[in-house]
């Protein structure tokens, strides 16, 4: 059974940092590529970032430079740090399993708030 379980989500005042960390199980971790999807109230849902299976990362321009995606294939668990948070980065994120062309596998979502 695959599950992804998204944990590290909270309310933070602007500037501050959170990490998420999202657990993965059910499924060979180290082959897919892993990632980071947010959405918004009354907004689609967007990419914020991506890891291949072999390392290499991608960004939304919104996101870049503050950011920073990340995987522990022994710990079967991908990592997003986000520092200088601001309002707009608030939305509930997602994580994302991807091995192509099958479907992907979403988590449930944590809930990221960004307000003084």
């Known amino acids: 059974q695959v599950q992804l379980v998204e944990s590290g989500g909270g309310r933070v005042q602007p500037g501050g940092s959170l990490r998420l960390s999202c657990a993965a199980s059910?499924?060979?971790?180290?082959?897919?590529?892993m990632g980071w999807y947010r959405q918004a109230p009354g907004k689609q849902r967007e990419l914020v970032a991506t890891?291949?299976?072999?390392?290499?990362?991608n960004y939304a321009d919104s996101v870049k430079g503050r950011f920073t995606i990340s995987r522990d294939n022994a710990k079967n668990t991908v990592y997003l740090q986000m520092d200088t948070l601001k309002p707009e980065d608030t939305a509930v994120y997602y994580c994302?399993?991807?091995?192509?062309?099958?479907?992907?596998?979403w988590g449930q979502g944590t809930q990221v708030t960004v307000s003084s």
């Open positions: 994302n399993a991807r091995y192509r062309p099958y479907s992907p596998y």
């Open positions: 059910g499924f060979i971790f180290s082959r897919y590529d």
């Open positions: 890891v291949t299976s072999g390392g290499a990362t």
